[in-house]
């Protein structure tokens, strides 16, 4: 796919998000739309994995310890075919699969995430695993940045380095929010680049929302041979609509119905600028 | 020769733990011990120097050596997570919870040094809440093997489980219990000794201790059943139900606080079946607990043959 057909893809998974987010009367709208162009990126260029090699051992695996934004995750599975759209109308419903932070009940998701600072060392397990076998596949994990304060974090950061997990990318979806407001007022995390060198992970800074840069940067792990990788992805929280964007009150915020027709149009417009 | 329960001493079970889980990796690459800081205290040294590729040591970051083994167990690897049981089950119980048991990643969970087998060193190397809180999160086995025999048993019967199970070990050499040609069955509890006047029920160390009361009581003229829970959760209803029928009393034991773990889930099976029995729990109470050896906290709380059938008697002639 070209970089214009997946800018479109994006715009189609925020809008699909939105849709079910609203449906559901509950989800974390800020933190999917930032994450959107990362998901879209790994699943459409980056990592092996699909239905079809979903049980396959050789397949790559991705962990998303962010789990709250699991509605851009949701609509890209269902977009990658693991289960049909429709199932999302049960989002957050009685006794449906498709609750609000990730589980292995849902077909494609590896491990079951929402409390924060886990994703990483379940991750660094499996690309454990990868050396130990000697097997090519690789590991990608999804970190918000509001959960870097969580110590268990750093405790991998430190594991990964002394294995020399070189399988294993870390991925900061680094918008500068959290529930409470900005992280640099909350537990200042900067500089985060600085911290991450000197527990020994190569680090790549890039626009979290630039597709072409985003698949230049993941396509080039491991950055060097015997370190973990870690990119920080600067982004947008509520990245794509208008009044959403950089506003830390819409961290669970559900859209009123006036809201809705608004960020619809708003997406909407985006599409047609590009054409589609 | 007659096998005579409790009379002849064999190895620390935590030697026991060891030397299985070096016979099972000798056949198995996929068999690893995961350890943080702690494999001295683990008796893993010589495992480390057998198989150093099957160890794989993480510092002292229980949380860490609790998400990475969820991680390596994912892909198939037999994996043991050995630490203190102090710290496991305390420091990275959320790990435990999310990572390992609502995750369903089939992790061996080794809490070693369990109970007060650190007794003089203070209550933060004390793990006496860990049956309660593991018992209270869905998806874990839970043993705490008596002897030697239970424990080389429940470790093999660890590496073939697909979902996740917390093995018990204390530190002291422990008595054999049972016979070699015994049946272990996890989730079914074990009978030492028949008796009819009342039953023990205990778990862990404190099995030894309870049998050396039922000797006494028998001494006095007193019929004592002796069960090794060795697996408190599933518990083996059963047996408790049982024991309710066959004998006057039931006291169970425990080296863990008295609230949550193996006499609270007894009570809870008889009181729902409607079995009226006299029932005494033994175990830590909820205080500060003392310092000392294992074996003087025991005494202390009366986790001892002499305290053990005290209680008894008094449970049978109130
Ligand atoms: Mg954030």
């Known amino acids: ?276 | 020769m007659k096998f005579e329960p409790g009379t002849e001493s064999g190895k620390a079970n935590l030697e026991v733990f060891s030397e299985t889980l070096m016979s099972l990796a000798s056949g198995d690459k996929n068999v690893l011990a995961v350890t943080s800081d702690s494999r001295g205290s683990g008796k893993l040294a010589p495992f480390a120097a057998a198989y150093p590729e099957q160890i794989v040591e993480v510092g002292i970051a229980e949380q860490n050596l609790v998400g990475i083994s969820a991680g390596l167990a994912s892909t198939g690897k037999v994996v043991y997570a050995v630490s203190p049981a102090c710290f496991l089950t305390a420091r990275s119980l959320e790990q435990i919870k999310n990572d390992v048991c609502y995750s369903d990643h089939p992790v061996k969970l080794v809490g070693i040094s369990a109970g007060v087998s650190y007794g003089a060193l203070g209550s933060t190397h004390h793990s006496t809440h860990d049956l309660a809180v593991l018992r209270a999160i869905n998806n874990i086995v839970i043993i705490a093997p008596s002897d030697n025999f239970e424990t080389k048993h429940a470790v093999r019967a660890a590496a073939t489980m697909s979902h996740p199970v917390f093995l018990r070990f204390g530190k002291r050499p422990m008595y054999h219990l049972h016979n070699p040609r015994t049946k272990f069955e996890v989730g079914r509890s074990i009978t030492i000794r028949e008796g009819s006047d009342v039953t023990f029920i205990a778990t862990g160390e404190t099995v030894y201790h309870a049998l050396m009361a039922g000797k006494m009581l028998e001494s006095r003229g007193i019929s004592c059943r002796v069960i090794s829970m060795h697996t408190v959760k599933p518990l083996d209803a059963e047996s408790v139900l049982k024991a309710a029928s066959d004998s006057g009393a039931i006291v169970t034991v425990e080296e863990h606080c008295v609230l949550g773990g193996l006499g609270e889930a007894c009570a809870a099976v008889l009181m729902q079946a409607g079995a009226r029995v006299p029932f005494r729990i033994v175990g830590l109470p909820d205080e500060y607990t003392i310092t000392g050896s294992q074996q003087e906290i025991f005494e202390h709380y009366g986790i001892s043959a002499k305290g053990l059938a005290e209680t008894a008697e008094k449970l049978l002639n109130p």
């Open chain 1, 1 to 276: 796919m070209t970089d214009d057909e997946l800018k479109i893809k994006s715009i189609h998974y925020r809008k699909k998000l939105l849709e079910y987010i609203k449906k559901a009367g509950a989800g974390h709208t800020g933190g999917s739309l930032s994450c959107v162009d990362i998901l879209n990126v790994l699943y459409n260029r980056i990592m092996n994995i699909s239905p079809q090699n979903f049980g396959d051992p050789a397949r790559d695996r991705y962990v998303q310890s962010k789990g709250h934004s699991v509605e851009a995750l949701y609509v890209v599975l269902a977009d990658k075919g693991f289960f049909p759209e429709s199932d999302l109308e049960t989002l957050c419903k009685y006794r449906s699969h498709y609750v609000g932070h990730p589980t292995r009940k849902v077909n494609g998701i590896e491990h079951n995430s929402g409390a924060l600072g886990h994703g990483l060392a379940f991750g660094a397990g499996v690309a454990l695993s990868a050396k130990k076998d000697k097997a090519a596949y690789k590991v990608y994990v999804l970190l918000g940045d509001g959960e870097l304060v969580e110590g268990s974090n750093w405790e991998t950061f430190m594991a990964a380095a002394h294995y020399r997990l070189d399988n294993l990318t870390a991925i900061v979806d680094r918008n500068n929010l959290q529930i409470t407001g900005k992280t640099e007022d909350v537990c200042g995390l900067e500089r985060l680049d600085e911290k991450f060198r000197a527990f020994g992970w190569h680090v790549e800074i890039v626009d979290g929302h630039d597709i072409a840069a985003l698949s230049d940067v993941l396509g080039k792990v491991p950055f060097k041979t015997d370190k973990p990788s870690l990119v920080i992805a600067n982004t947008i929280k509520g990245k794509g609509v208008s009044f959403i964007e950089n506003d830390h009150t819409w961290h669970h915020h559900v859209p009123t119905d006036s809201q809705y027709r608004q960020a619809q149009l708003e997406l909407d417009n985006l599409l047609t600028e590009l054409g589609s």
